[in-house]
């Protein structure tokens, strides 16, 4: 599988500024993806990040608040903007596996947000 | 909306036992199927994916899926210390996105 870099690893951030989080992967995949993963919860899908078109967010998520960049096929970014600490939280990148492994995703190690 | 249910736990086996961890999802029609791995601070880990009805093996662990009943389970055989993780079940969504239940907690005691 891919290996799949997230920087930062972690941060503390006050509250209404914004914070950017790059996934850098050593291989070309077309799907990337955005989960959130708050204390003690599951993994909630952000938006899918295909190169060459617009991220795609899902129900409760909008572009505003979680602007995504997608610039080749190995670096996504997502910005978490004017930060509250309901923001607190894991933020996981993951990209789909290799050619023929149906929907299987491989996951970053993770950005920790604190927002104070 | 697509849901996938787990047990919270926690489950506690002793070393050595078998682990046997389930889970329920609510679309009929979906086609994929996934057990990840969580330790404590760390991502998710793939260690199965499961596509057809019936079992599938790989080392300790067996995946079984009864697409019938909606049913997708994760046996983990002579559970050892290192299995105690928080076990995720994924399905597979049409867009290529995964739904994720809330996870059980395996304790695996000495």
């Known amino acids: 599988s891919a290996v799949i870099s997230q920087k930062p690893s972690r941060d503390i951030c006050q509250r209404g500024t914004s914070l950017t989080i790059q996934c850098q992967v050593d291989?070309?995949?077309?799907?990337m993806f955005w989960y959130r993963q708050q204390p003690g919860q599951s993994l909630t899908l952000i938006a899918t990040?295909?190169?060459?078109?617009?991220?795609?967010?899902e129900s409760g998520f909008v572009i505003d608040k979680f602007p995504i960049s997608r610039p080749n096929l190995t670096f996504s970014t997502l910005t978490v903007s004017n930060m509250s600490p309901e923001d607190s939280s894991i933020y996981l990148c993951?990209?789909?596996?290799?050619?023929?492994?149906?929907?299987?995703?491989?996951f970053g190690p993770g950005t920790r947000l604190t927002v104070l | 909306q697509k849901e996938v249910e787990q047990n919270s736990g926690p489950l506690s086996v002793p070393e050595g036992a078998i682990a046997s961890l389930n889970c329920t999802y609510s679309?009929?029609?979906?086609?994929?199927f996934f057990w990840y791995r969580q330790y404590s601070g760390k991502s998710p880990e793939l260690i199965m994916s499961?596509?057809?009805?019936g079992d599938k093996e790989d080392g300790r662990f067996t995946a079984q899926l009864n697409k019938a009943s909606q049913y997708v389970s994760l046996l983990i055989r002579d559970s050892q210390p290192s299995d105690s993780a928080t076990y995720l079940c994924?399905?597979?969504?049409?867009?290529?996105?995964?739904?994720f239940g809330k996870g059980t907690k395996l304790s695996v005691k000495p």
């Open positions: 993951s990209v789909e596996g290799m050619e023929g492994s149906y929907n299987e995703q491989f």
């Open positions: 291989s070309q995949v077309t799907m």
């Open positions: 990040a295909n190169q060459g078109s617009e991220a795609t967010y």
């Open positions: 679309d009929r029609g979906s086609q994929s």
């Open positions: 499961i596509y057809s009805n």
């Open positions: 994924a399905v597979g969504g049409s867009q290529g996105n995964l739904i």
